[in-house]
């Protein structure tokens, strides 16, 4: 138990379709993360978001489009992907800038 | 743009061998610095973490590392691994106290008993 809880854990979605990913955290943490895993590649931050309010995009595709509602839950609304889109999509929170990020478990998109 | 390096992407030991796992990062000023495990099938968490003061940082499961800050490194170290170290290992920094934590690409480790 993370305190970060992501659902779905598996999503196979066609590239027309529009799926989204969730995440709650338990944490009473001000920040919340969108981070992608690739194989051999570094983790990618995708977006920030402190206290609901989006502080990076870090130059994502608009398919991808987060959705912050308020401070325990962030989504990542997915639409018209590509395959190269398949990865682990984690999210993470933290309770300040520059600190320590609680990671869930990841969804695992795979995208045909 | 700053930048994390792990050089081993892959490393295979036998338990009771010493364990250094390299990274480097690319970054002038403050940075705060951590060191991640991904256990197989599990979340990625926190092993140690350097802020400041000694530079030498003692983590959980006997695991260290040491912020050289001449050489931009900050190696995780253990003396003695365990097969249960078997995992993926992240070095992460975050650079002039922003909301950005930049990982390197991760080193598997493999410990047969």
């Known amino acids: 138990e993370t305190g970060v809880t992501q659902t779905p854990r598996h999503l196979v979605m066609g590239m027309t379709n529009k799926k989204s990913l969730k995440c709650e955290q338990h944490?009473?943490?001000?920040?919340m993360y969108w981070y992608k895993q690739s194989a051999k590649k570094p983790l990618e931050l995708m977006f920030v978001?402190?206290?609901?309010?989006?502080?990076e995009n870090n130059s994502v595709p608009s398919r991808f489009s987060p959705e912050c509602p308020n401070s325990s839950h962030l989504f990542l609304h997915l639409h018209t992907l590509q395959p190269e889109d398949s990865a682990l999509y984690l999210c993470?929170?933290?309770?300040?800038?520059?600190?320590?990020?609680?990671f869930g478990e990841g969804s695992r998109l795979t995208v045909l | 743009a700053q930048s994390v390096s792990q050089h081993n992407h892959h490393v295979i030991l036998s338990e009771a061998a010493s364990l250094e796992l390299g990274c480097n990062y690319s970054?002038?000023?403050?940075?705060?610095l951590f060191w991640y495990v991904q256990y197989p099938g599990q979340h990625l968490q926190l092993l140690l973490k350097?802020?400041?003061?000694?530079?030498l940082v003692k983590g959980i499961k006997g695991f260290e590392a040491e912020f050289i800050k001449s050489k931009f490194s900050f190696n995780l170290r253990k003396p003695s691994v365990q097969w249960s170290d078997t995992a993926e290992y992240f070095c992460?920094?975050?650079?002039?106290?922003?909301?950005?934590?930049?990982f390197g690409t991760g080193t598997r480790l493999q410990v047969f008993p």
């Open positions: 993470a929170s933290s309770p300040s800038w520059a600190g320590e990020l609680f």
């Open positions: 944490l009473g943490h001000n920040a």
């Open positions: 978001y402190s206290l609901e309010e989006r502080v």
């Open positions: 970054y002038g000023g403050t940075v705060n």
């Open positions: 350097y802020f400041s003061g000694d530079p």
């Open positions: 992460a920094v975050n650079a002039g106290n922003t909301d950005k934590l930049i």
